[in-house]
């Protein structure tokens, strides 16, 4: 299957910067100034060996997440780990990916551009978006080779619970098959258990993007099979070849700096909880809004009505409250919205006082 045409990384890429109040972005941002992370010019280096990875950072994650360094692969985002093991679990073509839904759907569309056949997994509303087992089984077919989740999910903020990772991870190892959980957004959550720290056939992908704020690096991490991370090494070679040393330099030095990592963490959780209690609060003054509390981070994706309601609500807000959130169209769910509270707390109150004004014109 190719890759799909325009989707959301162009509606999100060109979204009009006149936009004031911003409920759409799903990470943390200006958390920190550039001179509080106390990299200075003189103490940047721009060039060395990061042939296959700089060797320092491998070893880092490969700490964190209780693995040998050759099961870590350093990648241009989430997005680029995404890709690259996507490239090596559907170079054999004939195989079938198993993908939530609602899904990112960049993850979707890479997965889709690696070759493979997509069937979905229903994560329902009704089931607060958990996994269902039994979706799982049935939706399974001998050609399928891997399952791909989103942990926190994207959109909903729902996270997996550690015993179900387990016996998927179980599952894909009975059926030589992969796990390969998007874990981007886990690092909002107190001392996460990793999805690639339970089990062989797990694959976790993530990147300091989002949590962190800090994606203009572009520096995120594949942890997984030797095997697999061995031939996705091996296909980057013929894409970006080697990633930007300054990327993964900065990157390790952001995350070995103690003082940095307290800050942000402290940071990070005050902002989480705060707006998480500003934003529940809103959404239940709201009569007919529907929604599941997400079990951590900044994103949620309520039920705004029925039909394409989530849609008019958003243009609602783009065309007269210089107010953004996500459609739920770009989910599957146009009758939803993502909307994410990671924003300046009191940009954020405003934020919401003009979704509130969107909303009782939607339904008057
Ligand atoms: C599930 C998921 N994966 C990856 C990304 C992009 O992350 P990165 O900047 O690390 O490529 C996003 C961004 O919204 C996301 O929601």
């Known amino acids: 299957m190719p890759f799909p045409g325009p989707d959301f990384m162009a509606w999100a890429k060109t979204l009009n910067h006149d936009i004031k109040y911003d409920l759409f972005s ?11 992370l106390g990299i200075s010019a003189d103490t ?7 042939s296959y990875g700089y060797q320092p950072l491998k070893e880092l994650l490969a700490e964190k997440y209780n693995v040998h360094p050759d099961q870590v692969m350093t990648s241009q985002g989430s997005s680029g780990a995404n890709y690259l093991m996507a490239a090596a679990i559907f ?6 990916a198993l993908v939530e839904t609602p899904c990112y759907q960049p993850l979707l569309g890479a997965i889709q551009g690696a070759g493979a056949t997509i069937t979905r997994l229903l994560r329902s509303f009704h089931e607060k978006y958990a996994i269902n087992l039994d979706l799982v089984k049935d939706a399974w077919t001998p ?14 903020g729902v ?9 998927l991870n179980d599952f894909a190892a009975e059926r030589n098959a992969w796990v390969l959980v998007d ?3 886990l690092d909002y959550m107190d001392n996460p258990v990793p999805g690639a720290s339970l089990g062989s056939r797990m694959i976790t992908t993530s990147s300091v993007t989002k949590v962190y704020g800090l994606g203009d690096l572009r520096f995120g991490w594949v942890v997984g099979d030797r095997n697999l991370i061995q031939r996705a090494l091996q296909i980057n070679d013929y894409i970006s070849v080697i990633n930007p040393f300054i990327s993964e330099y900065l990157g390790y030095r952001i995350l070995t700096s103690e003082p940095v990592m307290e800050i942000l963490h402290k940071r990070i959780h005050e902002r989480v909880i705060g707006n998480q209690a500003i934003f529940t609060e809103w959404i239940n003054s709201l009569p007919g809004i529907e929604w599941i509390p ?3 981070g900044i994103i949620a994706f309520p039920k705004i009505g029925d039909g394409t309601a989530g849609d008019r609500l958003a243009q609602i807000l783009l065309e007269k409250y210089r107010t953004a959130l996500t459609p739920g169209r770009f989910f599957d769910n146009p009758s939803h919205v993502r909307m994410g509270f990671g924003a300046d707390p009191v940009m954020l109150v405003e934020g919401l006082q003009r979704v509130k004004a969107a909303y009782s014109e939607l339904i008057s």
């Open 26 to 36: 799903s990470g943390m941002h200006g958390l920190m100034t550039e001179a509080e």
């Open 44 to 50: 940047i280096k721009v060039w060395g060996n990061n």
């Open 91 to 96: 170079e054999k073509p004939g195989g079938t």
């Open 143 to 156: 050609n399928t080779r891997l399952l791909v989740l989103t942990r926190l999910h994207n959109p909903s």
């Open 159 to 167: 996270d997996i619970p550690i015993d179900t990772l387990q016996k």
């Open 183 to 185: 874990e981007v957004y």
């Open 294 to 296: 997400p079990d951590g």
